[in-house]
T-cell receptor, first 114, second 114 residues
Framework: DTGVSQDPRHKITKRGQNVTFRCDPI?????LYWYRQTLGQGPEFLTY????????KSRLLSDRFSAERPKGSFSTLEIQHTEQGDSAMYLC????????????FGPGTRLTVT | GENVEQHPSTLSVQEGDSAVIKCTYS??????FPWYKQELGKGPQLIID?????GEKKDQRIAVTLNKTAKHFSLHITETQPEDSAVYFC?????????????FGKGTLLTVNP
């Protein structure tokens, strides 16, 4: 079990640039979640996938954010026209039926927008 | 939606003492309550969880209790060790429909002094 992996671990970008993060879930985990964590806060739900289908998006996920999971395995989260308020840790978690509630997190991608 | 309150925000104990962290939740439909440990620069690690049909669960030095009537649950760590120092998050999930998204508290920074 290699665990959930995320890439890159750190990303520094200038305001207005686009960034893309990747998440590889635990093998055979068919559910994948994205959360965002700001300093001093707990993670907040952004969106989740059941296999390749994106089933729910939080209102935190503005139109500048898009997530995909094309083949039901890895997922990408893209932020277009980044703003300083996008600076945060972006966490990915995966889970397996029937214990969907039991979510295992990756190490996160820390985004800094300058 | 669900709201999870966690306290204290910081907790300092001497090695060997016990530590207790408390959380309350608002959604009576919530039925799954995990606890995560997050070390600096890492993603949250699931350390113990409890379902609503159980009042208490133990795993070695850690235990979680749940009072569904009062809508609160607690994490108990006995015989604390310096390596227990981390930020601890409680969370709740209703599992309603098919989401199972987690709503987190703001975290407790636990420091165990040698």
């Amino acid at each position: 079990d290699t665990g959930v992996s995320q890439d890159p671990r750190h990303k520094i970008t200038k305001r207005g640039q686009n960034v893309t993060f990747r998440c590889d879930p635990i093998s055979e985990h068919n559910r994948l979640y994205w959360y965002r964590q700001t300093l001093g806060q707990g993670p907040e739900f952004l969106t989740y996938f059941q296999n390749e289908a994106q089933l729910e998006k939080s209102r935190l996920l503005s139109d500048r954010f898009s997530a995909e999971r094309p083949k039901g395995s890895f997922s990408t989260l893209e932020i277009q026209h980044t703003e300083q308020g996008d600076s945060a840790m972006y966490l990915c978690a995966s889970s397996l039926a029937p214990a969907y509630y039991e979510q295992y997190f990756g190490p996160g991608t820390r985004l800094t927008v300058t | 939606g669900e709201n999870v309150e966690q306290h204290p925000s910081t907790l300092s104990v001497q090695e060997g003492d016990s530590a207790v962290i408390k959380c309350t939740y608002s959604d009576s439909a919530s039925n799954y309550f995990p606890w995560y440990k997050q070390e600096l620069g890492k993603g949250p690690q699931l350390i113990i969880d409890i379902r609503s049909n159980v009042g208490e669960k133990k795993d070695q030095r850690i235990a979680v209790t749940l009072n569904k009537t009062a809508k609160h649950f607690s994490l108990h760590i006995t015989e604390t060790q310096p390596e227990d120092s981390a930020v601890y998050f409680c969370a709740a999930s209703s599992g309603g429909g098919s989401n199972y998204k987690l709503t987190f508290g703001k975290g407790t920074l636990l420091t165990v002094n040698p």
